[in-house]
């Protein structure tokens, strides 16, 4: 679910079921979600209009992503042993997401 806080009261704006299990909200960032599906990578999703949702990007990671940071149009993401992992928000997906 995602509410709409901006009238100062909860306010549904995505409430129906994606069967979207086992995974971790990351953090925002310009309008986008990034969410953690359970050791496989990070979706971005588009988030501008909640109503309506879209997977813009993943970014593959090995290992358990446990941290994510971001620095003007670059997101990092760092996946335990696996070092650290780069997104741009301004690039391309590199591998779509239908």
């Keep these: 679910m995602i509410y709409d806080l901006s009238n ?3 306010c549904h704006a995505l409430r129906p079921a994606h069967k979207a299990y086992n995974l971790q909200i ?3 960032k310009q309008g986008r979600l990034f969410l953690n599906l359970s050791g496989d990578g ?7 209009n909640p109503a309506q949702p879209t997977g813009v990007n993943f ?10 940071q971001a620095f003007g149009d ?6 335990g042993y696996f070092g650290l ?4 928000l301004t690039a391309p997906a590199a591998m779509p997401v239908n």
């Excluded at 990070?42 to 501008?48: P, R, Y």
């Excluded at 670059?74 to 996946?79: I, N, Q, W």
């Excluded at 992992?85 to 741009?88: Q, Y």
């Design 42 to 48: 990070i979706l971005a999703v588009d988030v501008s």
């Design 74 to 79: 670059d997101l990092y993401v760092a996946s």
């Design 8 to 10: 100062k009261h909860l």
């Design 26 to 28: 990351m953090g925002a």
């Design 59 to 68: 970014l593959r990671t090995l290992g358990w992503a446990n941290t994510m």
């Design 85 to 88: 992992n780069h997104m741009s």
